[in-house]
C-alpha cells in the first residue's frame, strides 16, 4: 500500500532505469516489487501484450509501432523482440514478481493487485490502465486514494521517444450526415455530454474543456491530467490487429513465453505466421 511504499523511504521513478533501480531496492530490503497476473480465461494474455505495447512506444518510432500494428513490422523483428525482452527483464527475474513465474499465468489479472493491500504488502508495484481502481474496491471497498494507493506514469525508456500513452476509446462516427445528426456530434464534444462517465470510475473524458475537478474521483482526474501530458498517444496494438492475431496468437504467444512453454524464437515466428494473408 502507498503508506507502506512511503514509509520504506521509496521514491517515484523518473525513467525506466529507475523503475529497474526501485525494483532492486525493494529486493534488497526483503520485500517483492511487482504483482502480475495475465489469467483472463478465454482472453488470458491480454495483460502481456499490454506491456509489450507500452514498452515499444518506449522502445521506437511511431512509425515502427503503426507498422507493427499493420502487420508491416514482423513480431520477429529486432524492434519487437527487443520490447518482449525488455519485459522479460522485470517478468523473469528473480525475486521480482510476488510468486514468481508460476504466478504470471495462474494469476486472474483483476486479482493480481490484491497483494498491494495485504500487511505487510507482498508487492509495492503493479501495472494496468485506468479501470484497475475499479478491481481496488471490489477487492478492498476501503480502499482510498493517495492514503492505500497511488499512481505514477510508466517512465520513459528512451528520451528520444518522449512521454507516449497508450489506450483503448470509444469512437463517434456519423453515417448519415443529416442535420439533427450533426447536432448531435457538436453536443458530444463538449464535457456535459460525458458527464455521467466521469461519474464513474476508470473513464476519461477527451473533450476540451473536461477538467480534473469534474471527476468523481479524484484518481481519475489526475490520470486525465497525466494523460494530457503526454507526447503521443496510440491504440492498443492487439486491439487494432487482425483478430486472430490481436485476440489470438498474440495472446496465446505471450502466456506461453511467460509460462516458460516456449521461448521467442518459437513464439514470435508463430505470431507473424498466424497474419491472414
Given at each position: 500500500?502507498?503508506?507502506?511504499?512511503?514509509a520504506?523511504?521509496?521514491t517515484?521513478?523518473?525513467?525506466?532505469?529507475?523503475?529497474?533501480?526501485?525494483?532492486?531496492?525493494?529486493?534488497?530490503?526483503?520485500?517483492?516489487?511487482?504483482?502480475?497476473?495475465?489469467?483472463?480465461?478465454?482472453?488470458?494474455?491480454?495483460?502481456?501484450?499490454?506491456?509489450?505495447?507500452?514498452?515499444?512506444?518506449?522502445?521506437?518510432?511511431?512509425?515502427?509501432?503503426?507498422?507493427?500494428?499493420?502487420?508491416?513490422?514482423?513480431?520477429?523483428?529486432?524492434?519487437?523482440?527487443?520490447?518482449?525482452?525488455t519485459?522479460?527483464?522485470?517478468?523473469?527475474?528473480?525475486?521480482?514478481?510476488?510468486?514468481?513465474?508460476?504466478?504470471?499465468?495462474?494469476?486472474?489479472?483483476?486479482?493480481?493487485?490484491?497483494?498491494?493491500?495485504?500487511?505487510?504488502?507482498?508487492?509495492?508495484?503493479?501495472?494496468?490502465?485506468?479501470?484497475i481502481?475499479?478491481?481496488f474496491?471490489?477487492l478492498?471497498?476501503?480502499?482510498?486514494?493517495?492514503?492505500?494507493?497511488?499512481?505514477?506514469?510508466?517512465?520513459?525508456?528512451?528520451?528520444?521517444y518522449?512521454?507516449?500513452?497508450?489506450?483503448?476509446?470509444?469512437?463517434?462516427?456519423?453515417?448519415?450526415?443529416?442535420?439533427?445528426?450533426?447536432?448531435?456530434m457538436e453536443?458530444?464534444?463538449?464535457?456535459?455530454?460525458?458527464?455521467?462517465?466521469?461519474?464513474?470510475?476508470?473513464?476519461?473524458?477527451?473533450?476540451?474543456?473536461?477538467?480534473?475537478?469534474?471527476?468523481?474521483?479524484?484518481?481519475?482526474?489526475?490520470?486525465?491530467?497525466?494523460?494530457?501530458?503526454?507526447?503521443?498517444?496510440?491504440?492498443?496494438?492487439?486491439?487494432?490487429?487482425?483478430?486472430?492475431?490481436?485476440?489470438?496468437?498474440?495472446?496465446k504467444?505471450?502466456?506461453?513465453?511467460?509460462?516458460?512453454a516456449?521461448?521467442?524464437?518459437?513464439?514470435?515466428?508463430e505470431?507473424?505466421?498466424?497474419?491472414?494473408?
Amino acid at each position: 500500500a502507498k503508506d507502506d511504499f512511503d514509509a520504506s523511504g521509496y521514491t517515484i521513478p523518473e525513467t525506466w532505469d529507475d523503475l529497474l533501480a526501485l525494483s532492486d531496492q525493494i529486493v534488497a530490503d526483503g520485500g517483492t516489487p511487482w504483482c502480475i497476473g495475465v489469467e483472463s480465461q478465454a482472453a488470458t494474455g491480454w495483460v502481456g501484450t499490454d506491456w509489450v505495447e507500452d514498452v515499444m512506444l518506449r522502445t521506437t518510432s511511431l512509425e515502427n509501432y503503426d507498422a507493427w500494428v499493420a502487420g508491416d513490422l514482423k513480431f520477429d523483428s529486432p524492434e519487437v523482440r527487443n520490447a518482449f525482452e525488455t519485459v522479460g527483464n522485470v517478468w523473469f527475474k528473480e525475486g521480482y514478481v510476488y510468486g514468481g513465474r508460476d504466478q504470471i499465468t495462474t494469476t486472474f489479472f483483476g486479482d493480481s493487485p490484491a497483494g498491494l493491500f495485504t500487511d505487510p504488502p507482498n508487492c509495492f508495484l503493479h501495472r494496468q490502465a485506468s479501470f484497475i481502481t475499479g478491481e481496488f474496491t471490489r477487492l478492498y471497498p476501503d480502499a482510498t486514494y493517495k492514503e492505500d494507493y497511488d499512481f505514477f506514469y510508466l517512465p520513459p525508456i528512451d528520451d528520444q521517444y518522449g512521454r507516449p500513452a497508450l489506450g483503448a476509446a470509444d469512437i463517434y462516427a456519423m453515417f448519415n450526415d443529416r442535420p439533427e445528426v450533426r447536432a448531435l456530434m457538436e453536443y458530444l464534444t463538449l464535457p456535459m455530454s460525458v458527464s455521467g462517465f466521469m461519474n464513474t470510475s476508470g473513464a476519461l473524458a477527451l473533450q476540451n474543456g473536461a477538467t480534473p475537478e469534474m471527476y468523481a474521483n479524484p484518481v481519475d482526474g489526475d490520470i486525465a491530467t497525466a494523460l494530457a501530458a503526454a507526447t503521443s498517444f496510440r491504440f492498443d496494438g492487439s486491439d487494432l490487429m487482425p483478430g486472430e492475431v490481436g485476440a489470438g496468437s498474440f495472446w496465446k504467444g505471450v502466456t506461453d513465453w511467460a509460462s516458460g512453454a516456449a521461448d521467442l524464437d518459437a513464439v514470435l515466428p508463430e505470431i507473424d505466421a498466424s497474419w491472414p494473408q
